[in-house]
């Protein structure tokens, strides 16, 4: 009997085997790398209808950050700022910057600047800056060193996975309440400072929900 | 298979070219991959809202009318035997007596403890202008803020009622913090601001004589 099938198909099975390994492969790497909250959200730096610069007010001028967002250390919502705070200084400074017009003519019609919003937690989620900010959790382990940006862009995922590798571990990331403005604070890396950290949690009753219902109410 | 391996490699390549990595800037707004309930129909602070002509969610507060759960207790405003102690004392909110006239005295219970909530709440909202030292010497002044330093005569020699009306409806080129400050912080930055006022003008017979020995006088 002649042969049907030429010799090559006998490597056809191993192959499509190999293809099917390395298809599934580069699909499982790209999902894991590009489908998550550390890639579609992480570095989004929407442009600013004025060029304000927190690496100048909050960094070189070392303004506290409630200066501005008031309400941080108060209530749920961190707010922006009214025009009004500007011009509390801009009423002074650079009184004719071209940069500086849309603020001006927003404190004397009332119309809010158009601020475009970076973090945004989706509307099934309660999330409370007092709580955090109150009992020793920095805006850097949520913001980043919003200090050093010219924009503000998005530093941390923010995704459920990040709230809870901290609300698991708070004493990795618990900091003095002192601190809290200061995003160049550093952690001394010793073990003192491991055991203070834990003393802390659990002197002050730091207690973290870790249930659904804690953040899905 | 090389077809495969080339058209392979140059899908991934493609790929990353055209996603680039994690964390790089963007000015995109992020993909949400599962946008289920992110945007429901509830209020935000902050937030826009079409329902209004200015399409802001937070209403500007009507004149003659005080925002729920600013100032009173609501079970209290609804108890039968309710008496509106708060919202008539002039001396707190206003500084000024029932003739109108500035009071001497600040209204509340000087402690420690009031006075080191003065000194966090000085040290965000006027070090920028008048200098943790009160001198006026803050980081903007080299940008054009002349801001006047607390240790003069007539300043030393004001009522608190006076200081209190400052701080919170300004004066001159200074704006005021009502918006940002409550009352009773405005007490205590005025309390703080009368221990800067003597920390710069005390006479060594101010001092017991173990600390005039300890600075050898």
Redesign the interface.
């Known amino acids: 009997m002649a042969n049907v099938f030429p010799k090559w198909v006998n490597t056809i099975p191993i192959k499509v085997i190999a293809a099917i390994t390395l298809l599934a492969t580069a699909v499982v790497l790209g999902v894991t790398y590009y489908a998550t909250p550390k890639y579609t959200r992480v570095g989004y730096a929407p442009t600013q209808p004025v060029a304000f610069s927190h690496a100048l007010h909050a960094g070189q001028l070392e303004i506290d950050c409630r200066y501005c967002h008031t309400f941080v250390d108060r209530a749920a919502h961190s707010n922006v700022p009214a025009t009004e705070v500007c011009m509390t200084c801009h009423s002074m400074v650079r009184q004719d910057d071209p940069q500086l017009a849309m603020v001006r003519d927003s404190y004397e019609s009332g119309e809010p600047i158009p601020w475009v919003r970076v973090h945004a937690a989706p509307d099934y989620v309660y999330f409370n800056h007092a709580v955090h900010v109150n009992r020793g959790i920095s805006c850097v382990e949520c913001h980043g060193r919003v200090d050093q940006m010219e924009v503000v862009h998005h530093a941390k995922p923010l995704s459920m996975a990040f709230c809870l590798e901290c609300h698991r571990n708070p004493e990795e990331y618990i900091r003095p309440p002192e601190e809290v403005y200061n995003l160049a604070w550093e952690r001394p890396e010793t073990k003192e400072y491991d055991e203070e950290a834990i003393a802390f949690v659990h002197d002050w009753k730091v207690n973290p929900p870790q249930s659904c219902s804690g953040c899905h109410r | 298979?090389r077809i495969?391996l080339i058209i392979?490699v140059f899908?991934?390549v493609a790929?990353v070219t055209i996603?680039g990595f994690?964390?790089?800037?963007?000015?995109?707004?992020?993909?949400?991959?599962f946008p289920d309930?992110?945007?429901?129909a509830?209020y935000?602070?902050?937030s826009e809202n079409d329902f209004f002509r200015?399409r802001?969610n937070d209403r500007p507060i009507p004149a003659g009318t005080v925002a729920r759960g600013n100032y009173l207790n609501q079970q209290a405003v609804f108890s039968e035997d309710f008496a509106d102690k708060r919202l008539g004392d002039t001396a707190l909110l206003e500084g000024k007596d029932a003739e109108g006239n500035f009071i001497a005295k600040l209204p509340l219970a000087v402690s420690y403890e009031l006075i080191e909530q003065g000194r966090e709440r000085y040290?965000?909202?006027c070090t920028?202008?008048h200098g943790s030292a009160g001198d006026g010497n803050g980081?903007?002044k080299p940008?054009?803020?002349?801001a006047a330093s607390y240790h003069d005569d007539r300043l030393r020699n004001e009522t608190d009622g006076y200081l209190y009306d400052v701080i919170m409806n300004g004066k001159g080129?200074?704006?005021g913090l009502k918006?940002?400050l409550s009352p009773e912080e405005s007490w205590a930055i005025v309390l703080y601001v009368r221990a800067l006022q003597l920390s710069q003008n005390a006479g060594a017979d101010a001092l017991t004589a173990a600390q005039r020995s300890e600075l050898g006088f």
């Open positions: 298979m495969f392979y899908v991934i790929t996603l994690r964390g790089s800037l963007s000015t995109k707004t992020p993909l949400e991959v309930m992110d945007h429901q509830k935000k602070p902050q200015d802001r040290e965000i909202f920028s202008c980081v903007t940008y054009g803020v002349l080129l200074m704006y918006d940002r």
